[in-house]
């Protein structure tokens, strides 16, 4: 099977701007999970979907959001972009079946830097 | 709200020793997973092993064997007769169990192993 695949692997934004990261789970997988990780907050949890709601939430502000369509691809959309924001943002998927407990496999990340 | 610390932020191993990493976690949960993923210097996060804890028997997979213990709530690492490939970040996570529960992931600040030849 094909892995997680992320794209683009990299962006780059300037302040104000607006991004969309995309996010193609294992074919199978119904649950998409988005993290941002950085050097000084390390890896945060930013949400999941599961067959297109949001089931789980981090604490991020509303900037961050996100969807899942019918195919379980996800979309992450992070609006009025902040220096802070530069990150890898990296997306996980996992089956969705067992109460939320699945193990979780990660794509390859997408690097954002922000101007 | 759970806690992962992970207290070495760095190591090292000889080629072919064994090296055993720590994790420690706080929470008021008796139902959870734990995991360990490695990140090498290309950012992929790859699984290296899961444990259930409501299994007593420490999860092993090849080269790769964890020690849990969930009255003093550790969890650590151990990786023997390591491998240069072995070189990378480690992170230990945790996941509650159950519906509406899902998907995520509570990490350490992760510990860089590097392994020498």
């Known amino acids: 099977k094909a892995g997680v695949t992320q794209t683009p692997r990299y962006l780059i934004k300037t302040r104000g701007q607006q991004v969309t990261l995309s996010c193609s789970p294992i074919?199978?997988?119904?649950?998409v999970s988005w993290y941002q990780q950085t050097p000084g907050q390390g890896l945060q949890f930013l949400f999941e979907?599961?067959?297109?709601?949001?089931?789980n939430k981090g604490n991020f502000p509303g900037r961050f959001s996100g969807r899942q369509f019918s195919n379980s691809r996800s979309e992450m959309n992070v609006s009025t972009l902040e220096l802070g924001d530069s990150a890898l943002y990296l997306c996980a998927s996992s089956p969705g079946l067992a109460g939320g407990s699945d193990t979780q496999y990660f794509g390859p990340g997408t690097r954002l830097t922000v101007l | 709200a759970q806690t992962v610390t992970q207290s070495q932020p760095e190591m090292s191993v000889q080629e072919a020793e064994t090296v055993t990493l720590s994790c420690t976690y706080d929470t008021s949960e008796s139902n959870y997973y734990l995991f360990w993923y490695k990140q090498p210097p290309s950012r992929q996060m790859i699984l290296v092993i899961r444990q259930e804890a409501y299994k007593q028997q420490n999860a092993t997979e090849n080269r790769f064997s964890v020690n849990f213990q969930k009255a003093a709530k550790s969890f650590s690492l151990k990786i023997s007769d390591s491998q240069l490939g072995d070189t990378a970040m480690y992170f230990c996570?945790?996941?509650?169990?159950?519906?509406?529960?899902?998907?995520?992931?509570?990490f350490g600040q992760g510990t860089e192993l590097s392994v020498k030849p």
């Open positions: 996570a945790f996941m509650k169990h159950g519906s509406f529960q899902g998907g995520k992931l509570i």
């Open positions: 074919s199978g997988h119904r649950s």
């Open positions: 979907y599961f067959s297109e709601t949001q089931r």
